[in-house]
């Protein structure tokens, strides 16, 4: 019978496509993933990976076979996670997904709080774009995620935890940062800057943009909010930043001006997301109420 070793070395060739990557990611020597992956042919009597001079792929039958040995995977995580829950105490490392624009801003409190509750539970932190983390839970990859909504994929709870105010930043001397009342009349034609299009955020200012006539300056695209504040305090333009980042950075600087414009009332959801079949799935309604509580707290203050 094939083991569950060698259904996680295929898993990681169909994700890597290359022997080396895929031995590095699986912490296996490549000698040791290549031989184990020849027994599980042998074992199944069908060729699985095209080996090529400078890679590999999948045959058809392998990619199939490597999805169902995911999810099988998926399920054999969880199944010992139930069985940690004997114990009635969240520990070990939880890995944890979240938005770039959003995770710096409010976990550092969050683990703070949940450390204090469960000093045996570590974090290890993955920043990535939501999407892709979306589906990096679902394969497994990732235990829990948080980001905007919508997050999409199979099997997942879905729990939505606090709106987020969106705020429009402009330079110092900008005419609309030194108008005394501003209204949404007053936005049009106004070049805003944002993230790339990958992002959430993206089409939050995207929208925005159409529905007030301003113009999203798409060859200027940050990677980062840090990005986009600099082009802003360059006078490239205005932004729409979230509030938890203002909150964070912008008292630090001052080299952006926060514009209160009569009628503005934007805001994105966030939420957290876990798969439907995960041991702790209880602990992760615990940790996203607690994610919750600390996020209206610090927009309160």
Not at 51 to 72: D, M, S, Y
Not at 106 to 133: C, K, N, W
């Amino acid at each position: 019978m094939p083991t569950l070793r060698q259904f996680e070395y295929l898993v990681a060739v169909a994700d890597h496509r290359h022997f080396g990557k895929a031995a590095q990611a699986a912490a296996a020597s490549q000698p040791t993933l290549s031989h184990q992956l020849r027994t599980l042919e042998k074992r199944l009597d069908v060729t699985l990976v095209e080996r090529r001079t400078h890679g590999a792929e999948l045959t058809p039958v392998g990619r199939e076979i490597a999805e169902r040995a995911r999810q099988v995977l998926v399920e054999v995580k969880d199944i010992r996670d139930l069985a940690e829950r004997a114990s009635e105490r969240l520990a070990g490392t939880l890995r944890f997904g979240v938005s770039p624009t959003l995770g710096p801003y409010l976990m550092p409190p969050v683990i703070a709080a949940l450390h204090r509750t469960s000093p045996d539970l570590r974090f290890y932190m993955r920043e990535g774009i939501p999407d892709l983390q979306a589906m990096e839970l679902v394969k497994g990859a990732i235990d829990m995620l948080l980001g905007p909504l919508p997050i999409e994929g199979e099997n997942l709870q879905i729990e939505p935890l606090f709106r987020e105010p969106l705020m429009l930043v402009a330079p110092p001397d900008h005419p609309l940062a030194m108008q005394k009342t501003l209204g949404l009349s007053d936005l049009a034609g106004a070049p805003v800057l944002s993230l790339d299009r990958r992002h959430h955020l993206h089409r939050d200012v995207a929208a925005q943009c159409q529905k007030y006539e301003m113009n999203l300056l798409r060859d200027y695209e940050g990677t980062s909010l840090d990005s986009v504040r600099q082009m802003v305090a360059s006078g490239l333009g205005l932004a729409i930043l979230p509030a938890l980042y203002v909150r964070s950075e912008l008292p630090r600087g001052g080299d952006v001006a926060i514009l209160e414009v009569d009628g503005w009332h934007m805001s994105r959801s966030i939420g957290a997301a876990w798969r439907s079949s995960a041991g702790f799935a209880d602990e992760y309604d615990a940790i996203a109420s607690k994610i919750a509580e600390e996020a209206r707290l610090l927009m309160e203050e």
